[in-house]
């Protein structure tokens, strides 16, 4: 699939999208936001933040498929950004995240290049660029790329899913931005999108991945020593699943997973039982093409809510937690063309506050727009006050 995005093919591998057959009930909150948008790259696919010049306020690093550069948008602290400026990688960078992988205390940037079968590691220099990519052998194909310390030896390593050989690389960080050979583990078919959390309790690592083309999750449990048992199938019968986010949606101390399908317009939560099983799916509605699903906070009741990118009708849907493991109904809210990943934040931290007014805590969005080259923020309109009654979280 040489030039061609696999989650924009994802999308086009479900035909037509139709509308969710999953009601919910009318919203009982509701949320505003202050949206922006800010030019990245061609084909922007994936969002993720950091503070990359060390001045205390978030910025934005974006892949950009068409032009095999990462860009990144470095944040003025009230919602706005500098014009972007673009770093190199391998050919078709579709995700991208951030970690300290030379223990410098500076953050750094991973890409999955899918056309090039490898990520590439950008070194920060502290001051808002990167060192020139290093690059390290994934599986055939890889789409989404997570960090994690998989060997408990407190250096961050690399978990890396490949969409054509149906695997998940790991990739045990040296502590001096490179890292050892990778080792593959089956997951399924199409595997993308690999979220980090602990399953069963024992305290170590493990992974959940979607597999887009045996409609279900893998879940792959860790030894600690960066090694992972045989997969286990979970949430058989998801139709094309897409994407993960992970949480503890219900409060009950067990982690939890919310997975978005791109042809039934939903996002599944499956409830955690902390035994490395889950309950059965429940189905919330969502917009056109879900393909990018992210948790944050914003309402400020200290419970979980979701947002999904939808890709086909090109906004944002924001499912209000409940705090037992359902969600209100999805609003929705225009972005770009082509909404394709969505990260969480706070953007206007470094904004000047009113007298009545103290620090906002409800949480921003930034979603990068594959088809409109362009990445948009949403500000959250909501600021805190006092909160109304007891804390509602643990």
């Not at 899913?161 to 199409?190: E, I, K, M, Y």
């Not at 993960?244 to 939560?269: E, H, I, P, W, Y």
């Not at 063309?337 to 007014?357: K, L, N, R, W, Y």
Request: proline letters at 6%; one cysteine or more; a negative charge.
């Amino acid at each position: 699939m040489p030039g061609t995005s696999v989650r924009f093919c994802l999308l086009v591998a479900t035909g037509f999208a139709f509308a969710s057959m999953f009601p919910t009930p009318a919203p009982a909150q509701t949320v505003s936001f202050a949206p922006g948008d800010f030019a990245a790259g061609n084909r922007a696919i994936s969002v993720a933040l950091g503070d990359f010049n060390g001045d205390k306020v978030q910025d934005l690093a974006v892949a950009n498929e068409g032009e095999d550069t990462v860009a990144v948008l470095l944040g003025n602290g009230d919602g706005t950004f500098q014009p972007a400026r673009t770093f190199p990688v391998s050919t078709s960078p579709v995700w991208v995240e951030v970690g300290d992988f030379n223990g410098d205390r500076v953050t750094d940037l991973v890409v999955a290049n899918i056309n090039s079968n490898n990520v590439s590691v950008l070194l920060g220099n502290g001051d808002g660029t990167f060192q020139k990519g290093l690059t390290f052998a994934a599986g055939t194909g890889p789409d989404s790329v997570v960090v994690g310390d998989f060997n408990g030896d407190k250096i961050p390593d690399l978990a890396v899913a490949n969409w054509f050989s149906g695997d998940v690389s790991v990739l045990l960080g040296n502590g001096d931005g490179t890292f050892q050979p990778a080792r593959t583990f089956p997951s399924g078919v199409n595997p993308i999108s690999p979220v980090v959390g602990d399953f069963n309790g024992d305290g170590v690592p493990d992974l959940a991945v979607a597999n887009f083309g045996n409609n279900n999750v893998s879940l792959l449990l860790g030894n600690g020593d960066g090694t992972f048992r045989t997969a286990l199938i979970v949430a058989d019968g998801t139709p094309l699943p897409n994407a993960l986010a992970v949480d503890d949606f219900n409060r009950d101390g067990k982690l939890d997973l919310a997975v978005t399908s791109s042809s039934s317009n939903t996002v599944s939560v499956l409830l955690g039982n902390g035994d490395a099983t889950f309950q059965a799916a429940r189905n919330f509605g969502v917009g056109i093409g879900p393909i990018a699903v992210a948790v944050g906070d914003f309402n400020y009741d200290r419970v979980p809510d979701l947002v999904v990118a939808n890709f086909s009708s090109n906004n944002v849907s924001m499912l209000l937690g409940n705090g037992d493991g359902t969600f209100q109904a999805a609003q929705n809210f225009a972005v770009g063309t082509g909404p394709s990943g969505v990260a969480v934040g706070d953007f206007d931290q470094g904004a000047p506050q009113s007298v009545e007014v103290s620090k906002k805590l409800a949480s921003d969005l930034a979603v990068a727009n594959f088809n409109s080259n362009s990445v948009s923020v949403l500000i959250n309109r909501l600021r805190h006050r006092a909160p109304q009654g007891p804390p509602t979280g643990p």
